[in-house]
């Protein structure tokens, strides 16, 4: 090849120089600038090889970022670098802030051997500075000796002050570029955040909330994926109600939940309550393999805390390792705790919806009761003459003469449906509008009012059993109502053993304390077939009945109206050995009951016409302690004189005998006047019989020694 | 005793009336069965100067009172009346409501007794039991 002339290089160098300037105006990717420059520089001046370095932040090494040919993209792969003011060239040149030439490199101490580069003569390297600030170096060679003239030096030194300011000036624009992208992503998100404020206080549909958040989520900070799981009644799950796309979509169709304090990052972050981040999940123990989810490399699990209490968390997952930045924690973390707050709003607007559902149900079932209660008694009213009509008939059917036997058999069969149809309006009234009746709460021994309950229906004794705590408080309630309330649990275990070989009531009164509040509970138990575990809620609805049409399936609920009537409840249960329990919570009294003696009177002589139980030991005791006597038979036709007393109490419910016999004692010996009768459960047509005997009074039974001080004339 | 017992019976429910009407006449008693307490008391007061006064009266509880509205003590209102115009006059209230306390209420306003409905044959026993007394 001929030797360009001198005028022929210059101009060469010249367009090489325009090339060169063009490039660093119009290329404003550094790396991009880099290789470009290194080609034009070979090309123009026909070089074996050029090289950019760059100092890396330590300021110590030259690093190579662009290099000629195969041989440069190797070295660049392998991150050749050169240390400042080391043995190479370029160290020296960096070093120095000057260019370093070698004309025949085998005689150059600086010049470093290099495996790429084998056929490398002659060497430039010349310091890529902007002022005084070294920011890197060229690097030229060439497989002739003696390669460079002052010519190249000159215009490749212009050259290379020229690429400094490109590299810096391409530097600014990717630091700009960056900043610009940042402040854009803090815009993207500040309108994220604004989103999710608006959203918590605009939606109040929670699943669209909820599916909101995900959303905005995953488009602002371009998440694969975000999910929200929330905490369920157990607290022991957290359950996915939101997630992204169709994998979220998914998950949620199949009830995914996480284990609170489980092996995954959700069970781990509500479980410590505090963020958990794996930026890459292969490494982090708690990562939970998901197979909807394949391309997760970074997880972050943010709880969702209200006050002290945690209600779920937040997951993001990214496609990339170390996704998160502190920025994107912090943000995403406020955006979670506004999201919990507005979850709890939620929970709480549920609440008060509940309530008020509540509050119209419970009204609306008051006015369905009050309608039924009338209706009831109207129908109650209406078929009050049935019974007698059918009575009349039964008179009339029976004076019939020269009818035949079989008519006359038709009609009183007829009329025998008729009474039983009577009867059953007649229990469905009783049952209904007899708990709605006089309602005059008071201290009651619970015991007492069971015994007599017992007594009054004729149980007998070896069918039922007693289990009494000891020194039970008394309860609150109406005694008549309570007494109620017993017998149609009582009746219903009579009912379910009619059938057993030998028939067993276990009753067993007890104390029991349930949330702060005492409560006296009677269990009454029994030896039937029980009702099936399934049918067990249906118990206590009305009109549902196991014991087939003849009973009106009442008796329960009304037993359930009593015992709500005064904060109490019921509930039954199958027993392990057969048969059902029924249990029977009444609250004990919390009022006070004084116990002062001078309340009552003194001086007096008591008659008390009673067994020996729980009531009658307590009047014997408070009477007497009030400077009274008191004789207490249990049987009236052992007193010989009955006159000699002050003031006669006969209890209405007697073991061995009916109180109605002790009356006529009573009564033939003129003593009526001053005999009080007095029963734990009061009946209107008892009481009329009992005020034919001429009594002073059938009173309620006192339980309590002010009660006590009404027993005088 | 006279031989026949004169019966003022008063009760809205005419169902009810017409039946406690059929049982007393059956069991021999003269009843005379009005609907309601206005008509009532006219009947008592017209009926107690002549030679055929009441014996004895059966009152309903609850029914229009004189004013003409529903009253649960209508029948109370009735009793005090009939008891102003004739101390000592016997009277059975007779009401659905098994409730002591409105049969106390009723016999501290001077009732004889107080009759739960739907037992005729005992209300026969305890008319006779009262107008022997």
């Known amino acids: 090849m001929e030797t360009p002339t001198l005028a022929e290089r210059r101009a060469a160098l010249l367009h090489a120089g325009a090339l060169v300037s063009r490039s660093i105006t119009s290329i404003l990717d550094p790396d991009v600038l880099l290789h470009r420059t290194v080609d034009i520089i070979c090309t123009a001046f026909g070089f074996y090889y050029a090289g950019v370095f760059l100092l890396d932040e330590t300021g110590e090494w030259a690093v190579l970022r662009a290099g000629r040919g195969e041989a440069g993209a190797a070295m660049v792969a392998e991150g050749h670098k050169l240390q400042v003011g080391g043995h190479s060239m370029v160290g020296a040149a960096t070093a120095r802030n000057k260019a370093v030439i070698a004309l025949d490199v085998g005689d150059e101490p600086t010049h470093f051997k290099n495996q790429y580069l084998p056929l490398t003569r002659s060497e430039m390297a010349l310091p890529l500075s902007i002022g005084d600030k070294v920011i890197g170096a060229l690097t030229v060679q060439s497989v002739e000796e003696a390669a460079f003239t002052e010519d190249d030096i000159t215009a490749l030194q212009g050259m290379a002050d020229q690429l400094a300011v490109a590299i810096q000036n391409a530097r600014l624009y990717s630091e700009n570029a960056r900043l610009l992208a940042q402040a854009t992503r803090r815009a993207r998100l500040l309108m994220a955040a604004a989103d999710v404020g608006k959203g918590v206080t605009s939606i109040l549909d929670l699943d669209e909330l909820l599916h909101k958040m995900v959303d905005i989520i995953c488009d602002a900070y371009g998440f694969y994926y975000a999910g929200v799981f929330l905490l369920d009644e157990t607290g022991e799950w957290a359950v996915l109600r939101a997630g992204r796309g169709e994998a979220g979509a998914a998950m949620v169709a199949e009830g995914h939940k996480l284990q609170v304090g489980g092996q995954s990052m959700i069970g781990a972050a509500i479980a410590q309550r505090h963020a958990r981040i794996a930026l890459d999940v292969g490494a982090e123990a708690v990562f939970f393999k998901n197979p909807h989810l394949p391309m997760t490399r970074s997880e972050m699990a943010l709880p969702l805390v209200v006050g002290d209490e945690v209600i779920g968390a937040v997951t993001v997952q990214s496609e990339q390792e170390a996704a998160f930045t502190d920025e994107d924690i912090s943000s995403l973390q406020a955006m979670a705790d506004q999201l919990a707050v507005a979850l709890h709003n939620a929970h709480l607007l549920r609440a008060l919806e509940m309530a008020h559902a509540e509050l119209v149900r419970t009204k609306t079932f008051e006015a369905v009761a009050t309608a039924t209660t009338e209706a009831i008694h109207w129908i109650g009213n209406k078929a009050l003459p049935i019974s007698v009509s059918v009575q009349r008939l039964r008179e009339d059917v029976a004076r019939l003469s020269g009818v035949d036997p079989e008519i006359v058999e038709s009609m009183q069969e007829d009329l025998t449906l008729i009474e039983a149809s009577a009867r059953l309006i007649m229990q469905v009234k009783e049952h209904l509008i007899g708990p709605a009746r006089e309602y005059i709460p008071a201290p009651v021994m619970t015991e007492d009012v069971v015994k007599d309950t017992v007594r009054v229906m004729g149980i007998a004794p070896e069918v039922i059993h007693f289990t009494v705590t000891p020194d039970l408080p008394l309860a609150v309630a109406d005694p008549t109502q309570l007494s109620r309330a017993f017998r149609y649990v009582l009746q219903n275990a009579l009912e379910a053993t009619e059938d057993c070989a030998a028939p067993c009531i276990d009753v067993e009164i007890d104390l029991v304390e349930e949330k702060g509040v005492r409560y006296v509970v009677t269990r009454i138990g029994d030896n039937g077939p029980g009702v099936d575990e399934a049918n067990l809620d249906k118990i206590w609805v009305s009109f549902y009945t196991t014991r087939g049409a003849r009973h009106a399936g009442l008796g329960l609920p009304a037993c359930l109206q009593i015992l709500k009537q005064i904060d109490g409840k019921a509930q039954a249960y199958r027993r392990p050995q057969g048969g059902m329990v029924f249990e029977l919570y009444v609250p004990v009294h919390t009022g006070s009951a004084p116990q002062d003696p001078a309340n009552l009177p003194a001086g007096k002589r008591y008659l008390l016409v009673d067994d020996d139980d729980v009531w009658s030991r307590f009047v014997e005791q408070a009477l007497r302690a009030a400077q009274n006597t008191v004789t207490r038979v249990a049987d009236a036709g052992t007193v010989e004189d009955f006159t000699i007393f002050d003031v006669i109490v006969v209890d209405d419910v007697l073991a061995a005998t009916d109180s109605l016999a002790a009356l006529q004692r009573i009564a033939r010996a003129g003593a009526t006047a001053r005999t009080l009768v007095v029963a734990s459960s009061v009946r209107v047509e008892r009481m009329m019989d009992l005020l034919r005997f001429g009594v002073r009074d059938v009173l309620p039974k006192p339980y309590t020694p002010v009660g006590l001080a009404k027993l005088t004339l | ?133």
């Open chain 2, 1 to 133: 005793m006279k031989e026949e017992v004169k019966v003022l019976l008063v009760d809205d429910e005419k169902l009810v009336l017409r039946s406690v009407e059929k049982s007393l006449v059956r069991a021999g008693f003269d009843v005379e069965a009005v609907g309601d307490v206005t008509t009532a008391l006219a009947l008592f007061k017209e009926t107690m100067a002549s030679d055929t006064p009441f014996d004895i009266a059966v009152l309903d509880l609850n029914m229009p009172n004189f004013e003409g509205e529903v009253d649960p003590t209508a029948g109370l209102q009735l009793l005090s009346k009939l008891l102003e115009a004739q101390p000592g006059f016997p009277v059975i209230v007779l009401t659905a409501f098994d409730e002591v306390e409105r049969a106390k209420d009723a016999v501290r306003r001077g009732a004889r007794a107080y009759f739960v409905k739907g037992r005729e044959a005992d209300l026969i026993a305890l008319i006779e039991r009262i107008i022997q007394d």
